[in-house]
Structures are given as structure tokens and as C-alpha cells.
């Protein structure tokens, strides 16, 4: 019996996304007699009934390439269900759209919020797979998720080549990378890359202590410091605030990030050069490194595995060395956040690395 199936990949674009649609493919190919069908843009595509046939000579080459050749989109799972402006209501919308599909299921490649609307889609009956992508590392219920090695290893290429101006001038470099919520991508960087100070969403930092830590620095003779923080992070005093208390104090204080406000915090009341360097988007282009190529392609191959054995409902997930399956409502609206106590928290911390706590 052929299988038809939907591929969807949606929010922020990432490496692997594609490794993980040929591992997919083929392994399907492989497994069952299987047909595709790449629905454009993510959920936007699945909701205004926007797709296209792919026949198994557009999964070739693509285990290299970045992005996604299906395009993406963010379409924010809070949304789902409200009726807005075009009155669309975009659940029956996407309901009614898989079923003129003719699809057996729909794999859907993608974050946090991604999850959200995959478990609502497999509770509205469809047959849903999820595959977990990004860089942020913060989906619940898997070790790792495909393009978080891809953006360490450009992230730590950045700080590794800021040391060169950051010691040649004796400055304070602060960089600020990517990751609202959770700190795995600059945890990981910064250490990596030897930072002195690393600071993350996940533990709330005192400008004081900052300035501490790059103190010591001098003392032991080096001139220069290096911080790695993430997009995310937040001091102290905004930690206690309410999430549109916060936007309104940032707002006021009119710094484009917070790398910015740092480094301008710094030079104030240090008197020493501060610089910033903000890589963006850079850290999730390009070509899955090896590593993301091969779990990408494990995750896909499982995620195959799945529809062959039609076992919906559940999204592929690393545990240990294994390739697993979590339910979809179980990891639907959680995040995998850096615990404060880790043991690789506590490792930077007895390497000396300030978390400004
Ligand atoms: O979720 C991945 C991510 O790169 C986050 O680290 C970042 O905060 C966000 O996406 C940026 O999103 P966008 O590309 O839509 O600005």
C-alpha cells in the first residue's frame, strides 16, 4: 500500500533541515512504497493549501545545503486558533488541506512552537510525526537537537578569532549570540571558546559581578576579557520583572541589544574599551556540519521507521546514543532550559568562567 506523505518544515531555518528530509526519503523509499509532497513555507503553506509533488530526484544533493529547500515560516502557535482579519480559521483550514492532500501523514520538521501545533494537529486526528530542529537546543525530551552543533561550531569560530583583536588591543569583547529563552548555544560557545564571563538566559546576572570577573582578569595580568552573551539573557533586576514590564524597560532604554547595553554598561564604569560583536544569523547559515548530518539523517531515517510501523503522535527525540520517540503531548509546550546546577555549569565555574551571579 503507498503512503502518501506531507514534509513541512517551519520557524527559524537551521542546518540539517534538509539532511533530515532526505533521511526521510530514503529511508522510506527504502522501507515502504512512499510518495512526498513539500508543503511551501511551513504552516502557512498547509493552511492556504500551497504544495508541490516531489518525486525521489529532488531529495538528491541536499544532505550538504542549508536552509530548507521547502522554505519556512513562523507562524506562532498562539495564533492557531484565533480567527483574525482574513478570517481564516486556519485549523479547519489545515485539516481540510491534508485531507485534499490525500495524506497518510504529515512530518513536520521544527522547534518549540512548531511542536505546539503539531500536537494540535494530531489531536484534531491527523497523523503527525515532528522532528526536532534547532539551534537553541531547547526542545524537551531529546539530548540534542539537529543544527545545535552546526551553530556551536560557527559560534565558537567567532569567539575563537574575537581573541585575536580582543588581545591584541587589550579590550573587552562582548559577544552576543544567539538564544532567547535558553543559553545551550552561548554555554557551549563560550566555553568552547574559552570566555571568561558567559551570560545566560537561565541565570540572571549583576552588572558588579561582571565587572568583578573582568577585574580579576587584570590582576592575573591579562588585559583583555572575552563575554559570550546570549540574546536572551537578563539582569537581576529584570528577572523579577513581568515579560511586558521588561519590553517596556528595554524599550525605554533604547540599546538595540543587550550585548549593546553591556558593553556601553562596561566602558561607563570600567573606563575600559568595550566592543560588541552580534553574528545573527550567521550562526545558523550554511552547510550541517558532519555531526548535524548524521544525526539529522538518523532522525529522519527513525522518523520513516515511524510511518512504516504507523506510529503517529510522537516526535523523534536522542536519548543517550539511541534515537527514541517521545509523545507529541508530552513535549508540547515545554522548553529544555540550561539548569543552573548542571554539571557543565559547575565545570565552567571551577575553570574560573564568571556567570555574573
Ligand atoms: O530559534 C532559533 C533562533 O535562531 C533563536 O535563537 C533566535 O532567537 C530566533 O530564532 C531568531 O528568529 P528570527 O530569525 O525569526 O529573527
Known sequence: MKRRIGLLTAGGD?????????????ASYNMFDAEFIGINDGFTGLIEGSYTFMPPSDFGGILTLGGTILGTSRTPYRNMRVIEDDNVDKV??????????????????????????AN???????????????????IWGTDVTFGFHT??????????????TANSHGRVMVIELMGNKAGWLTLYAGLGGGA??????????????????IEKRSTHK?????????EGAMDTEEAKLKKKQLEQKRAAEHFTSVGQRLASNIQEKMGVEA??????????????????????????AHAAKLIRDGEYGYTVAMDGDK??????????????????????????RRMGIGFGD
Open 120 to 138: 494540535l494537529l494530531a489531536e484534531e486526528g491527523l497523523n503527525v510525526i515532528g522532528l526536532p530542529k534547532t539551534i537553541d537546543n531547547d
Open 14 to 26: 537551521c542546518p540539517g533541515l534538509n539532511a533530515a528530509i532526505r533521511g526521510v526519503a530514503y
Open 151 to 164: 551553530a556551536v561550531d560557527i559560534a565558537t569560530d567567532v569567539v575563537d578569532r574575537i581573541h585575536t
Open 222 to 230: 591579562r588585559n583583555f576579557a572575552i563575554i559570550c552573551i546570549a
Open 323 to 348: 534515537i527514541v520517540r517521545n509523545k507529541l503531548s508530552d513535549v508540547a509546550g515545554k522548553t529544555k532550559l540550561v539548569p543552573a546546577d548542571s554539571e557543565i555549569i559547575t565545570t565552567a
Open 275 to 300: 566592543r560588541v560583536v552580534i553574528p545573527g544569523h550567521y550562526q545558523r547559515g550554511g552547510s550541517p556540519s558532519p555531526y548535524d548530518r548524521v544525526l539529522a539523517t538518523r532522525f529522519g
Open 92 to 117: 479547519a483550514a489545515m485539516k481540510r488541506n491534508y485531507a485534499a492532500m490525500g495524506l497518510d501523514c504529515l512530518i513536520t520538521l521544527g522547534g518549540n512552537g512548531t511542536h505546539k501545533t
Open 196 to 213: 571568561d564571563i558567559i551570560l545566560l538566559p537561565e541565570i540572571p546576572y549583576d552588572l558588579d559581578s561582571v565587572i568583578k570577573s
